[in-house]
């Protein structure tokens, strides 16, 4: 009886003994360099925590695999571990890893679509982003109406914006996100149009359907930079439309050209007949947008700003002269871009 009660002080000694190290050992944050805030780590599809923490262990962060290991089997943890980047705190203890590997991937990204830029623009971006898996293969237009269902060409149909990603997502997915967040833009900005249509508060506009608008609304986004000229610039054209002018705009005859455009305008490219883009010889909206626009140039386009102007004219400074005649417009690209053009002359504003 006496030796059964030594045996089970000595176990229970043990056992305290044992609980003490392993307490001790969980609670002990990850060892990082001086002055180093976190470490960065990526779980793959398929690797186990046990492969992963003596490799943790090994690379010199993690104070004890096996401690890690018995609190993960203890809180049932080892399985709930997810692939992804995790990006580990100093200060992190063992059970506080394990809650942040089951919680999901906490290391992101970011890719950002411009206004008035082109889908290619965007494609290229994505092409080149870090972490994305490229499903969309080859990545071109032509792949990109195809994931749209689209029976037109797919322009204009990403929202520009920036979207957060984490490692493992796919191109689809981004592009996805951004086609659906055009069309919910869209819809918004052409609901607020019918309400006030239906309410006679505004005329009747020269568009067809969402899409004439969406063409307009990146026009406007390619001729100002000024978001205060967006309404002025979209009034033009649309009373241009309205007494069935051409609208008589470069970016859609420079967006025609495509790879042919070498950056000089000239004067064969405006007579050229073959490029349904020229607004110069074609009446109306050109067949598809000719950019990515935001929802300000959609909200100009759908409200654009009453007055008499029919022409305007880059100042140089980022702005427009708008004028209500030929003959003052005239004197004002003489004015503008003709005598007073010199090497500060800029057609959008300087960055802020």
Do not use: C
Not at 129 to 134: F, G, R
Not at 181 to 201: C, G, I, P
Request: proline letters at 5%.
């Amino acid at each position: 009886m006496a030796i059964f009660k030594k045996l089970l002080i000595i176990l229970l000694l043990v056992s305290i003994a044992i609980f003490t190290v392993v307490f001790y050992t969980v609670q002990q944050p990850i060892n990082l360099a001086t002055g180093q805030s976190s470490v960065e780590i990526e779980i793959k599809q398929g690797q186990t925590l046990s492969q992963l923490a003596y490799a943790w262990q090994q690379a010199g962060w993690l104070p004890s695999a096996r401690a890690l290991l018995i609190q993960a089997r203890l809180l049932g943890g080892a399985k709930d571990i997810k692939p992804g980047e995790f990006e580990i705190a100093a200060g992190t203890r063992g059970f506080e890893l394990l809650q942040q590997l089951a919680q999901g991937s906490n290391k992101r990204y970011k890719i950002s679509f411009i206004e008035g830029t082109r889908l290619v623009d965007a494609l290229e971006r994505l092409a080149d982003a870090p972490k994305l898996v490229q499903d969309v293969q080859p990545l071109t237009v032509a792949s990109v109406r195809k994931l749209f269902v689209l029976d037109h060409h797919p322009e204009g149909w990403v929202y520009p914006d920036t979207y957060i990603y984490q490692s493992g997502d796919n191109v689809s997915s981004i592009l996805q996100q951004a086609y659906q967040r055009m069309q919910d833009v869209l819809t918004q900005e052409w609901s607020l149009y019918e309400a006030k249509l239906a309410s006679n508060a505004i005329a009747q506009l020269p568009y067809q359907s969402p899409y004439e608008a969406l063409v307009m609304a990146s026009i406007v986004e390619k001729e100002t930079g000024q978001v205060s000229e967006r309404p002025e610039i979209a009034g033009v054209f649309v009373r241009r439309l309205q007494k069935n002018m051409r609208l008589e705009t470069d970016p859609t005859v420079i967006y025609g050209l495509g790879e042919d455009f070498d950056g000089n305008l000239r004067r064969k490219h405006l007579r050229d007949r073959s490029n349904p883009y020229n607004t110069y010889r074609m009446k109306g909206l050109p067949p598809t947008p000719i950019a990515l626009a935001g929802r300000a140039a959609l909200t100009a386009a759908l409200n654009p700003l009453a007055g008499n102007s029919l022409f305007f004219v880059a100042k140089g400074d980022g702005s427009h002269y708008f004028s209500t005649t030929l003959a003052e417009h005239n004197r004002a690209v003489r004015k503008y871009q003709i005598l007073k053009r010199s090497k500060e002359y800029r057609s959008v504003p300087t960055a802020q």
